[in-house]
């Protein structure tokens, strides 16, 4: 396994602003990845964030309004960007060990948009 | 397309109940299967992985299976504590790299 840890833990936003959640993991990893989970919602994947290459995104997310760093093998750093309230969620990241079928969660980031 | 529902949705057993939270997955050709918890505004604590060659696997009080023939996986909760009470999600991961996450079951154990 793997400690992950995030920062911020939680935060409130006003509109139109952008926040940077960070992303640490206490060993190297070569997969990580970015979740979104809105109220009362499952996890909905965000991008993968591996180390040396451009993020790959999901249909329904795109880099001006989600760009993600991946500088080395045990950060990361995701941005919400000119924010909205439907932005208002659980940001969680996870790394993956034994390949991608195995993966550990950072203990979120709970962002609200005013 | 690949579907996890979790059934039931939520549950309320007092405690000291044995309790069993269900899974099922539409698509057979999966890799691991793994089972998380997660407290209200919290991110997800890795409870148990089965890896696809395993039927299951155990840790303490918890035990999962895992029936790839069916599409089915089940935790197994004995002697529950006040301190289970948490939404319980199952995740499957697909051999195109996606790993699939059902809705989760909220538990609440009674005192």
């Known amino acids: 396994s793997a400690v992950i840890s995030q920062k911020p833990s939680r935060d409130i936003c006003q509109r139109g602003t952008s926040l940077t959640i960070q992303c640490q993991v206490d060993s190297q990893v070569t997969m990580m990845f970015w979740y979104r989970q809105q109220p009362g919602q499952s996890l909905t994947l965000i991008a993968t964030?591996?180390?040396?290459?451009?993020?790959?995104?999901e249909s329904g997310f795109v880099i001006d309004k989600f760009p993600i760093s991946r500088p080395n093998l045990t950060f990361s750093t995701l941005t919400v960007s000119n924010m909205s309230p439907e932005d208002s969620s659980i940001y969680l990241c996870?790394?993956?060990?034994?390949?991608?079928?195995?993966?550990?969660f950072g203990p979120g980031t709970r962002l609200t948009v005013t | 397309k690949q579907e996890v529902t979790q059934i039931p949705a939520a549950l309320s057993v007092p405690e000291g109940e044995n309790l069993v939270l269900n899974c099922s997955f539409t698509d057979s050709a999966i890799y691991n299967l793994q089972w998380f918890r997660q407290d209200p505004g919290k991110g997800l604590t890795s409870l148990l992985l089965i890896q696809s060659s395993q039927r299951e696997q155990t840790s303490g009080r918890l035990n999962a299976s895992l029936d790839k023939s069916s599409g089915r996986s089940t935790l197994y909760i004995a002697a529950s504590q006040p301190g289970d009470s948490a939404t319980y999600l199952c995740?499957?991961?697909?051999?195109?790299?996606?790993?699939?996450f059902g809705k989760g079951t909220r538990l609440h154990i009674l005192p």
């Open positions: 995740a499957f991961y697909h051999r195109d790299d996606k790993i699939i």
């Open positions: 996870s790394v993956a060990t034994s390949g991608a079928y195995e993966q550990y």
């Open positions: 964030a591996n180390q040396g290459s451009e993020a790959t995104y």
